[in-house]
């Protein structure tokens, strides 16, 4: 994929829907991403998937029109990140925006020791959300209870590091800098993960700089700057902007519905086999995409059995 291929797709209504592949700029929070490009579109339902802290830019994928419904498919996407660790302090917020609460030496610190305590983070690991996080705890953010001076115990979370490691490091005095590339599971906070070599090299680390390089099926190739998104608007509406659902999904989830599934899935009714065209789906993976013959996208759905004798659907778009 790249990003000229945005091609559209629309609903039964001729509503637009699809995916808007974003490249978030620092500075701007996940959420006034959304906003600008409800504004240059006009349309309301607008929700990203994935959230990008302010300090980052980067892949953002927007859900547009009744895509929206489809968002709990892709918060389990993997990501890629291209970032900077700064050796030598920490801080609360574990990036560069907050107070220094450490300083260490740096004076011991070997291009072995550093490539060995990336790759101890390697595998599947725990990890403790940072107080300065969206992480809900009670119902309240963790970030309103840190501005106003409180910490509370956080439960640790597993996470999967499927790559992690340096492709350049910087000797410095008193900081040394690591520039690394990172392949995690959705929910990893990179920002943890620069304290936490930091420990364990008993200098301190925060993460200095951060760009999502990919998120999921998506890389920033395929992202547009909302500059572009609005110009791209301008000159050819959606089509220009919004790539197909499909994009987010493998080729083989994707089903063609005959007519007769079509009225049974607008009732939220459960599909067979004789309701798709050709009538086999023994390899469909969950979620499975249900087209009409005509290419709009009808439903979403859960195969059901082993080998596949029906789908019932979980999201009705049409």
């Known amino acids: 994929m790249d990003k000229a291929a945005p091609r559209g797709e629309w609903g039964p209504g001729g509503e637009p829907l699809g995916v808007v592949v974003v490249d978030k700029p620092r500075g701007i929070t996940s959420h006034a991403a959304v906003e600008v490009v409800r504004r240059i579109t006009h349309i309301e339902r607008v929700g990203h998937v994935g959230t990008l802290d302010p300090a980052a830019r980067g892949v953002l994928p927007l859900l547009v029109g009744k895509a929206t419904r489809l968002s709990r498919f892709a918060t389990g996407w993997q990501k890629e990140y291209h970032a900077t660790l700064r050796l030598g302090e920490a801080r609360d917020t574990q990036d560069l925006d907050g107070e220094v609460i450490f300083r260490g030496a740096t004076s011991h610190l070997t291009e072995g020791a550093i490539r060995d305590a990336l790759g101890h983070f390697e595998g599947e690991i725990e990890q403790i959300p ?189």
């Open 130 to 318: 940072p107080m300065y996080s969206a992480k809900k705890v009670g119902g309240v953010p963790l970030y309103k209870l840190a501005r106003k001076g409180k910490e509370v115990e956080r439960a640790a979370k597993r996470v999967r590091v499927y790559r992690l490691v340096a492709l350049a490091i910087r000797p410095g005095d008193p900081f040394w800098e690591v520039d690394f590339e990172l392949r995690c599971s959705s929910g990893t906070f990179v920002r943890t993960i620069c304290h936490d070599v930091g420990e364990r090299l008993g200098c301190g680390g925060v993460l200095a700089t951060l760009v999502r390089a990919a998120a999921g099926p998506f890389t920033i190739a395929d992202a547009l700057s909302l500059d572009e998104v609005e110009a791209r608007w301008q000159a050819g509406g959606a089509a220009a902007v919004l790539r197909p659902v499909a994009d987010c999904f493998s080729p083989s989830q994707r089903v063609v519905v005959n007519s007769a599934g079509h009225a049974k899935l607008r009732n939220g009714q459960t599909i067979t086999l004789a309701d798709i065209t050709p009538p086999t789906a023994e390899t469909i993976a969950e979620p499975a995409l249900l087209y009409s013959p005509g290419g709009t996208l009808l439903a979403v759905a859960r195969p059901l059995g082993e080998p596949v004798w029906g789908f019932r659907p979980t999201a009705v778009l049409a």
